[in-house]
């Protein structure tokens, strides 16, 4: 039972160039989320996966597109980088109500130069 | 709109002094409220929750923390700190936006002093 993971755990990009971040998650949970962390700032929600087949704007989602594959995987793709996006994301999942704990995976640290 | 405070970017205590670190919240509708540990280079953890019935809530490795409706706060506490304790804490609020999803505070850093 691995959790929640991420790939990959760096990433250098130059200004411009795309990626994609890769979660999955074997816990048969309903929701996943992706968040962004800054310094200082705490954790912000980008975007966020209710159920399989929808997906929803949080609180930073520009320059940012998702991508729920199935119920176990939740992409999250930059089309064109910008230093601004330079930060450690997070994915997470949950079973799917408010109350839930959410399980992280381990990160992603994303330089954009 | 909901949003998370929490009062003092770092906090350094003694090995063996009681932990304190403050949440203070704001929601329109009742909260479930959260505490997450980040031990350095890895994901969150979640340590306690708070979600209905009693408010004095009991984590891992002693941790609590008091919901406290009247003061709109999530105190989370420990007696004695240990040296394996240092680390960032999240306190995070959920509930009544539709989104399932957390919003966060700007976190605490913890040092414990030997």
């Known amino acids: 039972n691995a959790g929640v993971t991420q790939t990959p755990k760096f990433q250098v990009l130059k200004t411009g160039q795309s990626m994609t971040l890769q979660c999955a998650q074997d816990?048969?949970?309903?929701?996943m989320y992706w968040y962004r962390q800054d310094p200082g700032m705490g954790l912000r929600l980008i975007y966020y996966?209710?159920?399989?087949?929808?997906?929803d704007k949080g609180e930073v989602p520009n320059g940012y597109n998702v991508s729920r594959l199935n119920k176990r995987e939740f992409s999250l793709r930059l089309e064109s980088a910008a230093p601004s996006q330079t930060s450690v994301y997070f994915c997470?999942?949950?079973?799917?109500?408010?109350?839930?704990?959410?399980?992280f995976g381990p990160g992603t640290r994303l330089t954009v130069l | 709109a909901q949003s998370v405070t929490q009062l003092g970017s770092h906090v350094s205590v003694s090995e063996g002094a009681l932990v304190l670190l403050r949440c203070n919240y704001s929601?329109?509708?009742?909260?479930?409220l959260f505490w997450y540990v980040q031990y350095p280079n890895q994901g969150l953890q979640l340590l306690l929750k708070?979600?209905?019935?009693?408010?004095l809530v009991k984590g891992i490795n002693g941790f609590e923390a008091e919901f406290k409706k009247s003061e709109t706060s999530f105190h989370l506490t420990k007696p004695s700190a240990h040296m394996s304790d240092a680390a960032e804490y999240f306190c995070?609020?959920?509930?009544?936006?539709?989104?399932?999803?957390?919003?966060f505070g700007s976190g605490t850093r913890l040092q414990v002093q030997p």
């Open positions: 995070a609020v959920s509930g009544g936006t539709g989104r399932r999803a957390l919003t």
């Open positions: 997470a999942s949950s079973v799917g109500t408010d109350s839930d704990t959410q399980y």
């Open positions: 929601s329109s509708v009742p909260p479930y």
């Open positions: 708070y979600t209905t019935g009693a408010t």
């Open positions: 996966s209710a159920s399989e087949g929808t997906t």
């Open positions: 816990m048969n949970h309903n929701s």
